[in-house]
């Protein structure tokens, strides 16, 4: 096992501001498993802040000067502002302040085998697939994952190896405080334009991302990705490429899908055959998440027979084309994708599923992600045969009025004939129980809480059926 040892520091309660996010309650997990006292706080109770209390953290509702503790650290997430009252005591008091980034950096240095994963997109399916796989070719890894995985029961399972797998996000550029030694760059996208210039401020902050790699390390790219390709002579360790349209190292080569739309491919190593994949997820996306992690999984040493028989059975996180259920012959579906690129993925993959129609209920995620990508999310939705879109989901910002959901149902109507408002979830449900039809592919879509309307629509349903 692992030890990270602060106690040189004299540190041995470390208190996290914002405890019940999906990363850092994973971190506070493993650091309370590694013996030390926690404690945290967050604005809502949630499954997470339960099962934490269950394990003896220490959890306060709500941010308050009174929750900072005699303790010896204290972690925020990067949501927290400096007006943040328990970060103010905190330096007021004197007490230590490092950020969520900074934690998992000095948990990274603790492992020989550090696995970042990252990627506009991807990156929770992708930094699974790569946990599953290790996992079952017995490298006994840590596991952090920014989401809920059913197969190690929630988001992080402590392993008993020097192997770390985790997610690598680039927002604030945080991701620029680890220390991989094996990285994964699945693509390059603008998003997070509330912190970042443009797409080249992106560009540059995943270079400096893959420059932390040592010489004798490796990083798996993309090569399909046209930002990933203008990077690649800038790299100095082992650079290993993957690709389906661009050849690779690691090529995935004669596609199909079978009747539910879970896709098969071939993969080759150097141009000659490594195996077959048939993959348990939809999606053309999925074929690009399995295809990074056998390179990265078969570059650590994992043979293909175990990847091969590990990937037949992933079926993928929470909200990642989650099937919540069957009623009244319709089909719901909840997804994670909040980006024009994975809106596009998503609804790709769901037109490989069975389906009659597809209606596509939407939550925007921020106000600046709605605003800097309207164009791009205008022309997001044409694999859906019906749009709904929620209210804007705020998230960390303050609505200042410059951006309404109403302005986004403006611009998809450019380019789509059937797209409505309806703000409400309770008015959502309702008006899908009275024109959905059996057959039809219902998709909640969102980063928000917009899983919520699936949910209560298979409720609503199964009471009028019942």
Known sequence: MIQLDLTDQ??????????????????????????????????????ITDKLCSKGVTIHIGHSSDNIPACDLVVYTAAIKNDNPELKRARELGIPVIDRAEMLGLLMKKFSNSIAI????????????????????????????????????GNIKIGESNYLVTEACEYVESFLKFF?????????????????????????????????????GHLVVFKDDPNIRSLLSDFDCNVITCGIKEEGDYTARNIGYNHLGFPFFDVYFHNKPLGHFQLNVPGY???????AAIAATHTLGASIEKIQERLSLFRGTHRRFDILGVVGERTIVDDYAHHPTEIQATL?????????????VFQSHTYTRTKSLLKDFAVSFTGADKVIVA???????????????QDLVKSIGEHHHDVSYIGGFSDIVDYLSLHTHPGDLILT??????YKVGEMLLDAMTLKTG
């Open 285 to 291: 996306h999925n074929i690009c998440n399995a295809l």
């Open 180 to 216: 991989p030694t094996l990285g994964v760059i699945l693509n390059i996208e603008a998003d997070h334009l509330d912190y970042f210039r443009d797409l080249s401020h992106i560009i540059e902050a995943f270079t400096k991302f893959a420059r932390l790699i040592p010489k004798e």
């Open 445 to 450: 879509m969102g980063a928000g809480d917009i």
């Open 391 to 405: 209210d804007i989901y705020a998230a960390r910002e303050k609505d200042t009025g410059e951006i309404h959901a």
């Open 348 to 360: 790709q993959a769901a037109a490989n599923y069975p389906h009659n129609k597809i209606w596509c």
């Open 10 to 47: 004299g540190i041995t309660h470390i208190h996290f501001i914002g405890i019940g996010g999906i990363s850092m309650s994973a971190i506070a997990e493993l650091l309370l498993n590694f013996g030390y006292t926690i404690s945290g706080s967050d604005m809502r109770a949630s499954k």
């Open 118 to 153: 990252s990627g506009t997109h991807g990156k929770t399916t992708t930094t699974s697939m790569v946990s599953l796989i290790l996992e079952h070719s017995g490298f006994q890894p840590t596991i952090l994952v920014g989401g809920e995985l059913d197969e190690i029961g």
